[in-house]
């Protein structure tokens, strides 16, 4: 068995805590965009129908329109294909005349997407950046692993809503299904309507506002106090979408980690088994 | 930098018995939940609101200014690592400022040249920059 920090062995560095860490200098620009950013003009649209292309085929175009400087395209007839809309990392403005189906949207980095009717499982996966809006109803895993931008949907949401969740926000306009919020460490979810089962289970860190009834709460999800700037800023990011807590967002529930669950071990996995 | 210096101090006394012993933070050294009061927006952040489209901060509401090694930093998720404040910046008194001045620190970061994401896209990118063309 191979001894730890010992030449050859997979660590060669010592799991110090803070010596992990890495340090860059800032150097600052006057640009607005990073340098391999696609230029594109917001008041240069077109559309795509996509009814006789394959999903591939349509990222493929919104692509190409992008590196021909469209900044607006509108995608008609999606026809709830799986995976439309995916891996955008510039500002752009997409519209879906339609429904999508699985993993939609997933990996957007700055685009404002509206999406005029519903969306399957796992919509906005990954999401870093940008706004990404739903009219209608979305499935389960609703911004899985987001980690910044707004996601709202509109209507109701499926189960596991945020599940992992590490930044952003996610508003929904109707109802949440069960274990909402389950794993969340970062990040703020507002659920207008009624919350299911287990809402935010195992969560680490991260906000909860819930506007209607919660069913349940999950292993070490607790009840907290409001304060002035969280109502202020609640009723600023719901106006942004045209929405309105039912009761008044003073009414709404905050829900954040009750941080019984924290257990941190400067030892890696790998290294616990050596040592074990 | 005498107001870096306080942090510093701070930071010393606010390390549990618990982090000395296993040699690493337990959470955050700032308030994640920290919502931003948009009444301290400066108007480079304005500019660059307004350039994206958005109508807030949207990704940006999640950055902070951190202390790492008692030194005031922003975290970059782009590269996981910490970027340091200059020296001679000024820091103000308040958290919420202090959040703006990270914000648009680490965007001008993200849109330089010697960001290490361009050399990285540069080398792995699927879409090589329009200049590279």
């Known amino acids: ?276 | 930098m005498e107001k870096v210096t306080k942090i510093s101090d701070k930071l010393k006394d606010s390390t549990t018995e618990r982090e000395k012993e296993i040699g690493q933070h337990i959470g955050y050294r700032y308030d994640v939940n920290l919502v931003p009061d948009y009444s301290r927006l400066t108007s480079f952040l304005k500019e660059y609101i307004e350039f994206m489209g958005w109508d807030d901060l949207n990704w940006l509401e999640d950055v902070h200014l951190g202390y790492e090694e008692g030194k005031p930093a922003v975290f970059d998720r782009n590269i996981n690592g910490w970027v340091q404040v200059p020296s001679d910046l000024e820091l103000p008194d308040d958290q919420q400022d202090r959040d703006m001045v990270a914000r648009e620190l680490l965007v001008k970061f993200q849109c330089s040249e010697e960001h290490p994401m361009v050399e990285l896209n540069a080398e792995y990118g699927k879409v090589k920059p329009p200049s590279a063309d």
């Open chain 1, 1 to 276: 068995m191979a001894e730890l920090n010992s030449p050859g062995s997979m660590h060669q560095e010592k799991l110090a805590g803070r010596t992990q860490q890495i340090f860059f200098s800032a150097v600052e620009s006057d640009r607005l965009a990073p340098p391999h950013a696609i230029d594109v003009d917001f008041d240069k649209c077109c559309e795509i129908d996509a009814e006789n292309l394959r999903a591939r085929e349509v990222n493929s175009k919104i692509a190409e329109l992008m590196r021909e400087g469209y900044g607006t395209i509108t995608v008609l007839n999606p026809g709830a294909k799986h995976s439309l809309g995916v891996g955008i990392l510039n500002r752009l403005n997409l519209n879906f005349e339609g429904s999508l189906g699985y993993f939609g949207c997933g990996l957007s980095d700055g685009p404002n997407i509206r999406v005029a009717g519903r969306v399957g499982w796992s919509c906005a996966e990954n999401m870093m950046s940008g706004t990404i809006v739903i009219e209608k109803n979305a499935g389960s895993t609703f911004g899985a692993a987001i980690r910044g931008g707004d996601l709202v949907c509109k209507g109701d949401v499926g189960s596991r809503t945020g599940i992992d969740m590490k930044g952003g926000t996610i508003i929904v306009g109707g109802r949440t299904g069960a274990f909402s919020g389950f794993m969340m460490q970062r990040g703020r979810m507002i659920v207008l309507g009624d919350a299911g089962p287990n809402l935010g289970d195992s969560m680490y860190d991260g906000l909860i506002y819930v506007g209607g009834e919660i069913a349940g709460l999950g292993v070490d999800a607790i009840d907290a106090e409001m304060t002035d700037l969280e109502c202020s800023w609640i009723e600023r990011k719901l106006a942004m979408y045209g929405l309105e807590a039912p009761n008044g967002v003073a009414n709404m529930r905050k829900i954040e980690s009750g941080k019984q669950l924290w257990n941190y071990d400067s030892l890696e996995p790998t290294e616990k088994k050596l040592v074990l």
